[in-house]
């Protein structure tokens, strides 16, 4: 069991940035993949970022605006998103996931709120 908790959301212009961070109640060093998902009102939840190790992977959408990291030592997944647009209005989740063979487990944060606008 993790608890994920993230921060960082708020309102931004379009074209501004945000950092959002989310922080793990235990060592994410055992986690296979940490990520980013978003949900906006009325859509899916879907895939913004995930990081495995030193690879990373990002939706089509936000490559070369968003970057993920991760800070074994201080727990710590980051996602910096620049250069925002209005369609990037979501609540946005922190992942952790652990695969054990075919196996895997997945937790979710409570969410953080990002509106784009001006």
């Known amino acids: 069991q993790v608890q994920l908790v993230e921060s960082g959301g708020g309102l931004v212009q379009p074209g501004g940035s945000l950092r959002l961070s989310c922080v793990a109640s235990?060592?994410?060093?055992?986690?296979?993949?940490m990520g980013w998902y978003r949900q906006a009102p009325g859509k899916q939840r879907e895939l913004v970022a995930e990081?495995?190790?030193?690879?990373?992977n990002y939706a089509d959408s936000v490559k070369g605006r968003f970057t993920i990291s991760r800070d074994n030592a201080k727990n710590m997944v980051y996602l910096q998103m620049n250069s925002l647009e209005p369609e990037d209005t979501a609540v946005y989740y922190c992942?952790?996931?652990?695969?054990?063979?075919?196996?895997?487990?997945?937790?979710w944060g409570q969410g953080t709120q990002v509106t784009v606008s001006s």
């Open positions: 990081i495995t190790g030193g690879n990373t």
């Open positions: 992942t952790a996931d652990r695969y054990s063979g075919n196996r895997r487990e997945r937790y």
């Open positions: 235990r060592s994410i060093f055992s986690f296979n993949v």
